[in-house]
Structures are given as structure tokens and as C-alpha cells.
């Protein structure tokens, strides 16, 4: 079942602390909007992690000059999945989301309408839609995600949450795990297949623009990463003892069809 927000109007709620972990590296070109975009923010108790892969060029310095960044660590890691879950080691709110260095909030109340979803307790996560935009020119956009409302039948679907916009409680990641660092570029998708899926948790669906993300995923980049992607998604199945359907994990790259006919 999942539960929607509706109303345009939200109240500021103070009890739950949003952890918000940002994994970058060389990420001196566009790390300042994603640390903008959480500074300004007009929910006040949000922790900003920083897990930064050693970078050498000028991140760091950048993220120095926002004194809103709670946890700042720079070093060497094995890749995105365990920047991640080093982040999550070391948060300490209530509710954990993750932003990258590509990405920003769609406007300053994201964070807000997010934590009035969660003063449900049924709720455990919460997620809604994304744009990707030019890498170059952040404000056009050349694809539209409309996550839509969930039913654990659509995951057989080829369905998945855009991943920047999923918000969970800590106590997730401590029950179910963190990401499997195993996978390279499907441990986001195995992880919400694990969670929602396998594990059936509450859900509430923001249905609003939550990110903007420059486009240029890893898994899409080329051809072979799109079938290495794909031998991925079929693991993260077999890893949760979880069968898709024989066209689940057709349909799942394919509905990026319905993203460019909606974009704008």
C-alpha cells in the first residue's frame, strides 16, 4: 500500500533529524549546487555527510566554504556503493537520503513536505519523481520520471523508484542492510528491490519533482555498460531469492521510453 502526499500546505516538524549523505569525487564542477541546494533548505535539522573518494582537484576546498556540512571525510574508497555506505555508518539522524554531487533538490521545501510524510509512523520510506537535466545546462530538462504510486507487482513490472528521491528511516538500514558493494551498478536497485520488494516496507509517494539530476548514469553510458547493468539486475533478484518474470527485466531499461516522451 502506499500512502500520497496531496496537500500543498506542511508544517514545520522538529523531532526527526534527516541525514543526507553526498558521495563525490572530482566533483569541483558541480558539488557547490548539490551543497547549496541542502543548505537552503527550509527544513533546519539535516546532517550533510560528505564522503569524498580523495579527490584532486578542487572539491574540498569548495566543500569547506559551507558550514552547514556536519561530517566531511576524504579518502580513498572502493567506489560509490561503499562512499555510501560509509555514510551511513556514520549518520546520525532519523531518516537518511542520499543526494551526489550531480544532483540537487527541485526547491528548498523537498526536505519539509518529505518529513511531514514521515510523521506517519507506518511510514518507513518515501520517495516521488525526477527530472535529468543537461549536464551543461542545468535548468533544461531532457527526461522526466514519474515514479507514480507503488504495488509490490509493479517491481515484475520493471518498475523502481528514481533512487535520489528515496528517503528511509535508519532503522532500515539497520534491520535489512546497506548497500551490496558485490554489485557495481544495480546495488541502489537491489538494495530498494530488497526493501520494498522482499521486505514489503511502507511506503508514501511524494508526487512532485523532489531532484534534478544531470544526466549521464553510468549504467546507460555505453552499450556494454547497459548489458553489464542488466547481468546485475538479474543478480540482485537471485541475491533475495527473489524470481522476476521472463520480460521484467526487459521491460525495466525500456520504460526510460515513456521519460522522453514526458520530458518538459
Not at 546495488?187 to 544531470?214: N, Q, S, T
Request: aromatic share 14%.
Amino acid at each position: 500500500m502506499t500512502f500520497i502526499f496531496h496537500s500543498s500546505f506542511f508544517i514545520f516538524f522538529t523531532f526527526m533529524t534527516f541525514t543526507i549523505i553526498t558521495a563525490c569525487f572530482n566533483a569541483a564542477s558541480t558539488i557547490a549546487d548539490t551543497l547549496n541546494s541542502i543548505a537552503n533548505q527550509s527544513y533546519q535539522k539535516i546532517e550533510h555527510i560528505i564522503i569524498d573518494g580523495a579527490s584532486v582537484d578542487d572539491t574540498m576546498s569548495i566543500v569547506q566554504q559551507f558550514p552547514h556540512v556536519s561530517t566531511c571525510i576524504s579518502e580513498k574508497d572502493a567506489g560509490i556503493y561503499d562512499a555510501m555506505n560509509k555514510g551511513i555508518e556514520f549518520c546520525n539522524g532519523d531518516i537518511v537520503g542520499i543526494l551526489n554531487a550531480d544532483d540537487v533538490y527541485a526547491n528548498n521545501d523537498i526536505i519539509s513536505k518529505v518529513a511531514a510524510l514521515f510523521e506517519d509512523e507506518l511510514v518507513e520510506a518515501v520517495y516521488g519523481d525526477l527530472v535529468f537535466v543537461d549536464q551543461l545546462q542545468p535548468k533544461k530538462i531532457k527526461r522526466t520520471w514519474i515514479a507514480g504510486t507503488y504495488h509490490y507487482s509493479q517491481f515484475y513490472n520493471g518498475w523502481m523508484p528514481p533512487h535520489p528521491t528515496f528517503f528511509v528511516r535508519k532503522s532500515l538500514y539497520e534491520k535489512f542492510g546497506n548497500f551490496n558493494t558485490t554489485l557495481t551498478s544495480a546495488a541502489d536497485y537491489e538494495l530498494m528491490l530488497r526493501f520494498l520488494l522482499k521486505h514489503k516496507i511502507k511506503l508514501a509517494y511524494l508526487p512532485e519533482i523532489m531532484v534534478r539530476m544531470r544526466q549521464g548514469g553510468k549504467s546507460t553510458a555505453s552499450i556494454k555498460n547497459r548489458l553489464i547493468a542488466n547481468k546485475e539486475d538479474h543478480l540482485a533478484w537471485k541475491i533475495n531469492g527473489l524470481k522476476p518474470r521472463p520480460f521484467t527485466l526487459i521491460l525495466k531499461p525500456l520504460r526510460k521510453i515513456k521519460q522522453f516522451i514526458t520530458y518538459g
